[in-house]
T-cell receptor
Framework: GESVGLHLPTLSVQEGDNSIINCAYS??????FIWYKQESGKGPQFIID?????DKRQGQRVTVLLNKTVKHLSLQIAATQPGDSAVYFC????????????????FGTGTRLTIIP | DGGITQSPKYLFRKEGQNVTLSCEQN?????MYWYRQDPGQGLRLIYY???????QKGDIAEGYSVSREKKESFPLTVTSAQKNPTAFYLC???????????????FGDGTRLSIL
């Protein structure tokens, strides 16, 4: 089946610098993408989402970029803080393929972001 | 505050025992889901329910059962038929696609199940 993967399993960033976390997807029919943050012992927390009719979407200190040509998704975190330390993973949804609504998300395995003081 | 509550946080199962994990949401979401998370793997869908009294198998439903008698509740039973139940179990909910379009799933804080 289709899978969502990540380029790097771990990422260490100096506090105050910007972080970029990448995600590659293989299903060209995917039309909705979500980034989640998961802290140790907790459930995933929604960060930001983007639909395939957009290339970029901004939130508070976060930006998601979508490149459909190369099937690549990235999450940029500005001015990284210690509280940003967590595992980040992306998820994709393709209603066209699955005929479901929000039910059939495919999740990546995650990138662990570590902040260096 | 609106959210998803999972209980217990930690659970231990003996051989041949069924255990039930609780999931309650007060977000008024129509759809609810159960996932299993293992180290180094992405979340895998066990069961989902789009409406009360209806639920569908996900990718790894064998050894699990669910019920959806109320909109806000979606308990998961891990039966003795599940031979490798040790994992972190996550419950999620979302609005219905037909009513709200694409919506992210929101998660509880999980139940960690271990074998005695």
């Amino acid at each position: 089946g289709e899978s969502v993967g990540l380029h790097l399993p771990t990422l260490s960033v100096q506090e105050g610098d910007n972080s970029i976390i990448n995600c590659a997807y293989s299903n060209s029919a995917s039309d909705y993408f979500i980034w989640y943050k998961q802290e140790s012992g907790k459930g995933p927390q929604f960060i930001i989402d983007i639909r395939s009719n957009m290339d970029k979407r901004q939130g508070q200190r976060v930006t998601v970029l979508l490149n459909k040509t190369v099937k690549h998704l990235s999450l940029q975190i500005a001015a990284t803080q210690p509280g940003d330390s967590a595992v980040y993973f992306c998820a994709e949804n393709s209603r066209t393929i699955s005929n479901f609504g929000n039910e059939k998300l495919t999740f990546g395995t995650g990138t662990r972001l570590t902040i260096i003081p | 505050d609106g959210g998803i509550t999972q209980s217990p946080k930690y659970l231990f199962r003996k051989e041949g025992q069924n255990v039930t994990l609780s999931c309650e949401q007060n977000l008024n979401h129509d759809a609810m889901y159960w996932y299993r998370q293992d180290p180094g793997q992405g979340l895998r869908l066990i069961y989902y329910s789009q409406i009360v009294n209806d639920f569908q198998k996900g990718d790894i439903a064998e050894g699990y059962s669910v019920s959806r008698e109320k909109k806000e509740s979606f308990p998961l039973t891990v039966t003795s038929a599940q031979k490798n139940p040790t994992a972190f179990y996550l419950c999620a909910s979302s609005n219905d696609y037909d009513r709200a379009g694409y919506q992210p799933q929101h998660f509880g804080d999980g139940t960690r199940l271990s074998i005695l």
